[in-house]
């Protein structure tokens, strides 16, 4: 279990704000950490494994005191499986000797050859990174991650740098593992349908506060907006067509376009990240 | 003409010891100086990077004056370990290690800063030390920096020249390194030894540098 209250002052692109966050996570538990980038997320992710220092405040896992009361326990010692969003593997070391140097001195023999099926990784083990696929290399990521045995999984944004099907395939595996070794995860995640597959409970972070939390159905779903279908979005292009304006949008892999009134044009900008929600009244189902 | 081997032996051994030495000293303060944020580093790096600029004779005459015997680090040095500095081999590979210390800790302090921060960071979530770290994950990932230091230090104690002229002298077997017997050679008019010399330099360095570029280019396409 997480006990966390912190404050750090951040840097962001639209000057400095205070992260100040007051959070619980039970055991077990799979968390997001939602919301637009800049948010304080990542540093929120960062402070948890201890690769940041909250200006004050207190971190409790499992009952030990992490950070707080002027202790900080050091990043070595806290056992967490930390997942860069850029997966950031060893170079010099293959994929199963990235998984031997994350085993714990003393920890089960086994684990890495255990995680190696698990992970259908049999046929990549003697090669570098380097030479692995996107997809390949967030594998290996996840399963080094699982090899130090950790108390606490933290993903940052960890299917982002995917496409479309790799996505939903390694979706599954990291729901499949996390149940398989009943592991407390947090995610940090800025899409939408991620945060629906993977999680129970969402934390909606908006500059460094926790603005809304909940279910996602609750949170992105039909009461807030009274739509029934919410997709997550990107602005590629705005342009006017007569009184109003044609946003061209990029949802998921397809591109669509969306009308908009000349008010809320002034709100969007190409590049920002957008939630589209559609009522279904009339929706059409097609086999396939 | 006569052939002594002496000379050119005797700069091999000079230019071993001194990346030995400079490999114990330099790749440890190379990542340590890549890494510090104390407010000395500027003054730090200059220090460093003295001996690229400064006449080898400015050094030479500061290193003369310090390994006198009348002098205080001199002579601290011959009464603690009973080692004579001033016109002596121990001496030229002090000399040696401070004059191509810049050749060494340049490449290596790039190759450590060029390293993506998040290596260490995922490493050390895995609970690895400090020591660990830069053992198993940092040093293997900066091997054509390595590499790189290593061969320049060694080549340029080969090709060092002023610094001993200064502080060893001319002492067959102790301080008469290859770089002195040619000039020496030359002033006494006998070209065709001093070719002998220049010619095994030539060569040597040569072939030290191809393979360097070798095995880089080898690095980089297994990399690639």
């Not at chain 1, 290996?140 to 740098?161: G, I, K």
């Not at chain 2, 070209?191 to 570029?213: K, M, P, Q, S």
Request: net charge positive.
């Amino acid at each position: 279990m997480i006990e966390l209250d912190i404050r750090k002052e951040l840097a962001g692109a639209q000057g400095s704000f205070t992260l100040d966050v007051k959070m619980r996570i039970e055991r077990g538990e799979f968390v997001t950490l939602f919301g637009l980038s800049g948010a304080g997320k990542t540093t929120l992710l960062r402070c948890i494994a201890g690769l940041a220092a909250p200006d004050s405040g207190s971190i409790r896992v499992n009952g030990e005191a992490w950070f707080g009361g002027g202790e900080t326990l050091p990043v070595q010692r806290r056992r967490v499986g930390y997942m860069f969003q850029d997966y950031v593997l060893f170079p010099n070391m293959t994929v199963r000797g990235n998984l031997e140097f994350a085993r714990r001195p003393g920890a089960d023999r086994h684990r890495v050859s255990e995680l190696i099926e698990i992970m259908a990784l049999g046929e990549l083990q003697h090669r570098k990174p380097a030479t692995l696929s996107g997809g390949q290399q967030q594998r290996v990521a996840l399963a080094r991650a699982l090899a130090a045995d950790p108390q606490l999984l933290l993903l940052d944004e960890p299917f982002s740098a995917l496409d479309q099907e790799t996505c939903l395939r390694l979706q599954d595996e990291v729901l499949r593992l996390q149940r398989h070794f009943a592991i407390t995860t947090v995610m940090v995640s800025h899409d939408v349908s991620e945060v629906y597959r993977l999680s129970r409970r969402v934390l909606v972070i908006e500059h460094g506060r926790i603005a809304r939390e909940g279910a996602p159905a609750e949170i992105f779903g039909a009461g807030r907006a009274g739509g029934k279908f919410v997709f997550a979005g990107e602005v590629l292009a705005i342009e006017a067509a007569d009184v109003v304006f044609a946003v061209t949008l990029l949802v998921g892999n397809q591109i669509v376009r969306v009308i908009v009134t000349a008010e809320e044009r002034l709100r969007l900008k190409p590049g920002d990240r957008v939630m589209l929600l559609s009522k279904a009244f009339n929706p059409v189902l097609v086999p396939c | 003409m006569h052939y002594d081997w002496q000379p050119l032996l005797l700069t091999f051994k000079l230019a071993a010891i001194t990346t030995f030495i400079l490999c114990l000293i330099g790749i440890p303060f190379a990542w340590w100086l890549s890494q510090t944020k104390v407010r000395i580093k500027p003054a730090l790096e200059a220090l460093v990077a003295m001996p690229l600029v400064l006449p080898p004779s400015v050094l030479g005459f500061y290193l003369l004056l310090a390994f006198s015997p009348a002098h205080w680090f001199g002579g601290a040095v011959e009464h603690m370990t009973g080692i004579k500095l001033a016109f002596s081999f121990s001496g030229l590979v002090v000399a040696s290690v401070i004059f191509s210390f810049p050749f060494l800790v340049h490449p290596v302090q790039s190759g450590f800063q060029n390293l993506p921060q998040s290596l260490s960071e995922a490493a050390s979530t895995l609970g690895k030390s400090r020591w660990q770290i830069f053992l198993h994950v940092l040093l293997p990932n900066i091997k054509p920096s390595l590499l790189a230091g290593i061969v320049l230090s060694f080549a340029h104690t080969i090709g060092e020249f002023g610094v001993v002229l200064m502080i060893g002298g001319n002492m067959p077997g102790e301080t008469r390194v290859a770089s002195i017997a040619i000039y020496d050679e030359v002033e006494a008019l006998n070209y065709g030894t001093a070719n002998f010399y220049a010619l095994v330099l030539f060569g040597v360095c040569f072939a030290i540098l191809l393979g360097v570029y070798l095995v880089n280019k080898k690095l980089a396409m297994r990399v690639g």
